[in-house]
């Protein structure tokens, strides 16, 4: 194979900054490299001589697909993202994203420090042409039905133009992971009468009304219609976005904890949830993050995937398939034509363009 | 008794507008008058003949602790709030508020549009002095542990001393309904650390850190503390607070749903169903939002309950309670003289204060 083909479609696994280490890290990888076998590179960013026990251990250390990308630093979880970038060159974090940068990768996964990563992949990818700021997209499972969230907490003061922006990249990411080809675009806000909430939304509103030939724009939704399969793609500020969805989580760690105790509680109920273990075990399954696991950080120049810092192997072999697919799919050309696109539909209608 | 003590004390019911008609607040109504003997008066506010002819059905139409005042509008769900104000002058909303404003009584209780009661609310009685705007209070039930989320929508476009506002608000709030007299409050943001957010969360937090000799300001919390029993008091702007109220609910209620369905799919789980049913129970007593039913819409002149539109006699019965106990312990007082005392400390600290 071509050098330039492999490095287009390789993926830097950033194997540090992680709770359960680089070793766990790395099962994630062999995991990935056994099952997906269109994957062409993973260069795992990290200590090398580290590294290479790892792989050792694994039976992977001969792997022709794997590369190692030495890196001595480690960016911790409770670092400040600007500092940790000026003074960890050589992390693996700066590293992984610079690998991307020289063109020596197409993406990146990473479980790391989330404001590093994302004021990294900004600072030195730079964000796609038209866009101000890039959004965090992550996929929120639910019965029957996933719905994906953006922004999930990159850009916590949008406006309502960088709101439009969200729907055009969350329109395209979700074409690219999930099997709809025709996604509904909601608009988060509180009322759903049009013109309802705050200035940005009105904004956000009409220039998606501009773009509805291009998406599937529904209008506004309010966070009662969330998990109700009305929307595919709910659209909101980073702010709003980071909230909702951890508190979405805080609840359903602290409910499923209270259930299980109380399950536990008596005799009697023990014996009834090992009957009906199979209901628990079918919401666990639709539930599990597992398979959409590794968020996006769309609109920049470059592939570049936050995995949850707690992913365990069987998370982090979504994330680098996701990544692939990501690759496969041209997913930053695409967004580079569909905001250009949108843009010029926006910019055609009122010049100059103002959020 | 005096007719001004009763006026004081007295709970105007606006008994349309809710989604099960008025007879169900009628009988919540009569659970209320039954269950708490130091209710002084309430005026079911409403057509006339109408309630008459219901509390007879309820033996209620001797009951010297209630009285009609007649109204003969009904503002619907659907309507816009700022219209229906106009056009609507003798709805049950607009008159319930009318008597507060009057002096007739010192609490409103009603199921109706909230958009409209918030803007009569607001327009009618006014903030509280040093007050910009109003935010709603709810008690969000969690397992051990109740928390308040303020503001859950009043207000959308919150300033940063606004948010300090509301956080005065949810700590005298919180102390009269919960039996925590030193509630901690947490100002939700993304990303703990000092200083992550946006600007007005910012200013927000230099604040709360100013006037946290008078409450017990914890400082920033995340999404997912919200149901760690970190934090009493969960202080956010009205558009957060709503998305993240409402998809809560959306979630809770989609989940429960897709539970009940996998409990019931086969025998087996049916009959484990059974065995564990005191779990389920249990759960759902303690997250059930029946017993602080009722958000108030605090810092305006005047008490003024929101309760859901679908709530039944016995959510009615508590959102009256609530209102009582709001009046016995002097809520709008108490909240005036907390404002005056958080604007004196700001204001002396940066002449003049910005937010």
Do not use: W
Request: charged share 25%; net charge positive.
């Amino acid at each position: 194979m071509a050098n330039a083909q492999r490095s287009r479609y390789s993926i830097a696994v950033d194997t540090m900054g992680g709770d359960r280490g680089a070793a766990e890290v790395v099962r994630g990888v062999a995991l990935a490299l056994k099952e997906f076998k269109d994957i062409d590179e993973i260069i795992l960013v990290g200590p090398k001589r580290m590294l290479e026990q790892m792989l050792k251990k694994v039976d992977l250390n001969k792997d022709r697909r794997l590369t190692i990308h030495h890196a001595s630093q480690v960016v911790e979880m409770s670092e400040k993202p600007i500092q940790a970038l000026k003074q960890k060159k050589d992390s693996s974090l700066v590293r992984s994203i610079e690998l991307v940068k020289e063109g020596r990768a197409g993406a990146v996964v990473s479980l790391g420090n989330t404001g590093a990563l994302m004021a990294g992949a900004t600072l030195k990818l730079r964000p796609v042409k038209g866009i101000e700021r890039p959004a965090l997209a992550t996929v929120i499972p639910s019965h029957k039905h996933h719905f994906l969230l953006i922004d999930a907490g990159a850009n916590p003061e949008t406006t309502g133009l960088q709101l439009a922006h969200n729907a055009i990249l969350g329109n395209i990411y979700y074409k690219s992971i999930l099997p709809n080809k025709n996604p509904r675009i909601g608009l988060l806000t509180i009322g759903s009468e049009e013109g309802k909430g705050t200035e940005r939304i009105a904004t956000a509103h009409e220039h998606l009304k501009k773009i509805s030939h291009k998406i599937n724009y529904i209008g506004p939704i309010e966070g009662f219609d969330t998990f109700k399969n009305v929307a595919d793609v709910v659209v909101t500020d980073g702010f709003t976005g980071n909230c909702v969805l951890k508190s979405l989580e805080s609840c359903f760690t602290t409910l499923s904890g209270f259930l299980k105790k109380e399950l536990g509680a008596t005799p009697f109920r023990q014996l009834g949830a090992v009957l009906s273990k199979g209901a628990f075990t079918a919401m666990k399954d639709q539930l599990s993050p597992e398979h959409y696991s590794g968020a996006p950080l769309l609109g920049i120049n470059g592939l570049v995937l936050k995995t949850h810092g707690s992913s365990n192997r069987k998370f982090i072999r979504s994330a680098i398939r996701i990544a692939n697919e990501g690759l496969r799919d041209d997913l930053t050309k695409k967004i580079q034509k569909g905001i250009a696109e949108g843009n010029a539909i926006v910019e055609e209608s009122e010049a100059p363009a103002k959020a």
